[in-house]
Structure formats: C-alpha cells, structure tokens
C-alpha cells in the first residue's frame, strides 16, 4: 500500500512530460513496414513501447509475442504479423488482454487474406498468425464505435498490401484523432491516403524512412491540469514538450480545464498551466467520444470541484485496461460521489456530496489511469493507492514528478 499526502505549498515547478505513447507505438510499426530504419527521438519510456520495441527487435528468433497488456501493441501486431511473418507466430497478451475483443479486426484481416486462429476463445487473444499468402480482398468495412486501434492498425499495413486497401468505417466514428494521427504520421512518411467521408483509399506504396521528435503526451499532461485544477488559485506549473498544435487529440484537455478555471498559455517550451478562477460553472456537459483516455482524469476533478456532469462518450470505456465506468462508480462511490447512467449511453455525475474521510483507500484495478487520475485528489486528502507500479504502462516517472513538486509518499 502507497500513501499520498498533500503538502502545503505548491510554487512554480516544471515537470518534464514523458513522450507521446500513441505516436511512438505507431512510429514503431511504420519503421517496421519501412524498408530502412526511421530516426525516433524522445522515443516513449512507457512499458507499453518498451514492450513494442522488444517485440519488433525479437521478430526474427520469437515465436511468441507477449504484449502484456499493452492495447495497442496487440492491435497494431496483429495486422503487422498478418503481413510480414514468415513462420506461424503466436500473440498473447495478460489475462485482461485476453478479454479485450480483437474479432472485428481478425475478421478484417481475415477477408484481406490472412491466416489468423484463436487458441482460447472466439474473437479474443491469444491467436496464431501465419504467414499471408495472397491479398483476397482490398475492400473492407469496419465499425467505427470500438476501438479506432483496429482502423490504426489496418490503414498502416496498407500500402504494404498487393492491391493497396480501401477501408470504409461505419459510423458513428470514436478516438477519431488517433485516426487522424495515424494518418498524419504515415503522411510523413510519403504515403497518400485518399479520404472521401469515412471511406480511406491507400494504393500500394512505399514508406520513406523519415526523422521524427516524438512530442510529450498529452493523456499524461492531463493529470497535471487536474493538479492545478485542485490547487490554490494563482498555482503554476510548466509542462514541459506539449504543442499546441498537437497529433493528439488529448489536447481536448485544454478546452475542458478552461472551464474548471485552469488557463493555458503555450511558450516555446511547453505549457504554463495556471489556476486563473474557480470552475465558471457548477454544471457541465462534456462528450468523450475524441478523447476517451482524458475520462478519468477529468470525472475525479470534476467530483473533487463538486461539478456536476451530462456526460456521453464512454463506451469504449469498458474495454479498455479494466472496466474503467465500473471501476470509476466504486471508486467516486467512497467520496460520497455517483456516476449513474441515466440513458443508454449518457451518463451524469453527482458531484454535490463530494467528501473527504482522513485516508480513501484507491483500488486501481491493473489500470494506469486509475491511479493517476485519482492521485490528484492527495491535496485534499491523504490517498492509499493499491499498486503503483500500475503507472508504468504509461508514465514510469509519475511518482517521481508528483513527489517533485511538493507531495509526500510514503510506502507501507
Ligand atoms: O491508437 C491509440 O494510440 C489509442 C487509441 C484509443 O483507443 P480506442 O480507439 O480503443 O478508444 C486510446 O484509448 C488508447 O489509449 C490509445
Ligand atoms: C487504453 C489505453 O491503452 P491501450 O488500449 O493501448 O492498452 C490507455 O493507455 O489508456
């Protein structure tokens, strides 16, 4: 068991994000498609990546990928092996991974040409991949409401197809900005994505190696707007690497802080993040659909503030590392806080009751997010977090930051 507490004063600090998980995982598989090397700088220290790297460094002598639970590991293997091994492979993930559907992306795969097997269940990992033979289909249609990383993963294994891909998703349309990073990114690397509406066309080309500085992570940078969002007014922090004009679409977090009274101004370094006001409203209505990852984040702030939500948007929540709606209902239940689902698919917040008690244990439930979306909540409280090496997946140094601007840990 970890135990945060608040200490009192917080002056100006700066915290060196890590980088972009998202935009180094695809780096990974684009340099891997590429016929040379990419140059990545300020590659991401998070497991997940670690875990790719490995992975894709191993594929030669490997006969088993363990992606451990990293999500987009999984989904982006998958279609990479479907095209490029040369022998039968095996791809596994942590029990929890092998609970997180991947059907709609086998079956995809599998009408393209590849030869996939499920070794335990129907549409869940682990799988047997092996080698592709002939391209069958070029045109597939895939659901847009379940995981974008399906859609990531086949537009980046088209250009290396035969007869190239035509790829129409079925709206409604969810994490369309990592959609749109994909595209970004293998734009960079000379590949022309014909768009009409929701249907992407990619003929065979080539990936040019390119030089490429992965920026810092805006899911991370989240934590700390809530951090100042629950500090004194006038509180500052620097954010180290975030771009305004960002590949990722967390930069929502911006826009939604602004209304809890958190300013932002971009310097040739980062951010400067500033408490400015107290939230303009007690009452808000956010949509998530862009930005699950930043749910979390800004559901604990918000119940800390005592700012009620309409909230729509999470139902990609529930596949995700852990149910994260369940997990946030039991965890938001213990500062007298409810999120309830009042239609199919929209969700409130009950905030009004929010209380603290002299120590709130915080189960994380093997979710990274779970943990560092509560931990702000220490300046109110003291906070026994369950395992916190959890962070690792994504932020190996968030403690570590957290304990650099003043907050006190103790392990017991
Ligand atoms: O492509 C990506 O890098 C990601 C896509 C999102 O997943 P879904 O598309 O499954 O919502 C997001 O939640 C995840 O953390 C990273
Ligand atoms: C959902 C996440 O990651 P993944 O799907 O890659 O496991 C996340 O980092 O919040």
Redesign the pocket.
């Known amino acids: 068991m970890n135990q945060y507490k608040s200490s009192a004063n917080h002056k100006f600090q700066t915290i060196n994000l890590p980088s972009s998980?998202s935009e180094s995982n695809r780096l990974l598989i684009l340099s891997a498609l590429c016929e040379e090397d990419f140059e990545i700088h300020n590659l991401s220290e998070a497991r997940?990546t670690q875990t790719l790297t490995r992975l894709l460094l191993q594929q030669q002598t490997n006969k088993t990928f363990d992606v451990l639970?990293?999500?987009?590991?999984m989904r982006f293997l998958t279609a990479y092996l479907a095209v490029s091994t040369h022998r039968p492979v095996i791809l596994t993930g942590t029990e929890r991974m092998q609970q997180r559907p991947i059907g709609t992306l086998v079956n995809a795969l599998r009408l393209i040409g590849a030869e996939i097997n499920y070794l335990k269940k129907e549409d869940y990992p682990p799988m047997e991949i092996k080698p592709f033979q002939v391209q069958k289909s070029g045109q597939i249609t895939v659901p847009g409401n379940i995981s974008s990383?399906y859609i990531s993963a086949l537009l980046m294994i088209a250009p290396t197809l035969p007869s190239g891909l035509k790829i129409d998703i079925q709206p409604p349309v969810y994490s369309i900005p990592y959609i749109e990073m994909t595209i970004q990114l293998m734009e960079k690397a000379g590949i022309k994505v014909e768009r009409n509406g929701y249907a992407l066309t990619i003929v065979p080309q080539k990936y040019n190696a390119i030089i490429h500085e992965v920026e810092s992570d805006w899911?991370a940078a989240s934590y700390w707007f809530s951090f100042i969002a629950l500090s004194q007014l006038q509180s500052e922090i620097s954010l180290k690497g975030l771009l305004k004009d960002s590949f990722q679409g967390d930069q929502a977090i911006v826009d939604i802080m602004k209304q809890l009274g958190v300013t932002t101004q971009f310097t040739h370094e980062g951010a400067l993040v500033k408490k400015a006001s107290k939230p303009l409203s007690n009452h808000l209505t956010l949509d998530f659909k862009k930005c699950p990852?930043l749910a979390q984040t800004v559901l604990t702030c918000c119940a800390a503030l005592k700012v009620d939500l309409e909230i729509t948007g999470l139902e990609s929540l529930r596949i995700?590392?852990t149910d994260r709606i369940a997990a946030l209902q039991i965890e938001l239940r213990k500062f007298n806080c409810d999120l309830i689902e009042t239609n199919e698919a929209q969700w409130s917040l009950k905030s009004a009751g929010f209380q603290t008690k002299d120590k709130i244990e915080i189960n994380t439930y093997e979710d990274?997010?779970m943990a560092m979306s509560f931990a702000p909540l220490a300046l109110m409280t003291n906070l026994a977090i369950q395992d916190i090496e959890v962070v690792n997946?994504?932020y190996p140094g968030f403690w570590k930051d957290l304990e650099s601007v003043g907050m006190q840990l103790s392990k017991k």
Request: hydrophobic share 10%; glycine share 6%; no cysteine.
């Open positions: 998980k997940d639970d990293a999500g987009t590991a990383q899911s990852d995700k590392e990274h997010r997946k994504s």
